[in-house]
């Protein structure tokens, strides 16, 4: 079992910066693709970005250029920098750890980010 607890939202003001922390427990952290998805008011969970167990990492779309994950295996969290953020950023974001090869998939429960004026 892996447990999940995401933190670093809040409100910001458009063009800000955040970055979000996802500290994971149990073994093998090193093991699992970590990802962010979010979730917006009305709308259905989207993927944000994601860091495979080697060095290949993907990102939506909409968050590519202006966003990093990055990963620390030895503090078993996961990151996601997000700059010059807009007010389409606002969601709960969360964390997911999956491991396909044993049918693994863990979630976060969320933190909230506004982008505000």
């Known amino acids: 079992q892996v447990q999940l607890v995401e933190s670093g939202g809040g409100l910001v003001h458009p063009g800000g910066s955040l970055r979000l922390s996802c500290a994971a427990s149990?073994?093998?952290?090193?093991?699992?693709?970590m990802s962010w998805y979010r979730q917006a008011p009305g709308k259905q969970r989207e993927f944000v970005a994601a860091?495979?167990?080697?060095?290949?990492?993907n990102y939506a779309a909409s968050v590519k250029g202006r966003s990093t994950i990055s990963r620390d295996n030895a503090k078993n969290t996961v990151y996601l920098q997000i700059d010059n953020l807009k007010p389409e950023d606002t969601a709960v974001y969360y964390c997911?750890?999956?491991?396909?090869?044993?049918?693994?998939?863990?979630w976060g429960q969320g933190t909230q980010v506004t982008v505000s004026s």
């Open positions: 997911n750890a999956r491991r396909l090869s044993r049918g693994e998939d863990y």
């Open positions: 149990g073994s093998s952290f090193s093991a699992y693709t």
């Open positions: 860091k495979s167990s080697g060095t290949i990492t």
